[in-house]
């Protein structure tokens, strides 16, 4: 989805504002989405609705952006990634398996 980026934001900024986009769109409602340089993996999503997002994340292209914070953002909704998880991955970011083997 092409949302408009602001330069003038902070990178935190940015993937903060990107995912309340798609948090709107998700109908989910994180606890809190926090934005910290992580050397392992590109976001996480905690139990009690903590979702983090790298940092570096902004420096990737719109479409990896959105498939991560879909993909956290969707752990709301269903913890696991069983066949319920991938059917909602396909219908909002039908290309979810090309994004999925980085980092």
Known sequence: MKWPTDR????SARLRRRADLWAVRLRVMPRIVRVQRMTRKWGSCSMAGTV???????DEIEAF???VIAHELLHLKVPNHGRLFKALMT?????????????
């Open 52 to 58: 983090t997002l790298a940092i570096d994340l902004d």
């Open 65 to 67: 952006q959105d498939f």
């Open 8 to 11: 003038s934001l902070t990178p």
């Open 91 to 103: 219908s909002y970011i039908p290309d979810w398996r090309e994004h999925d083997v980085r980092r």
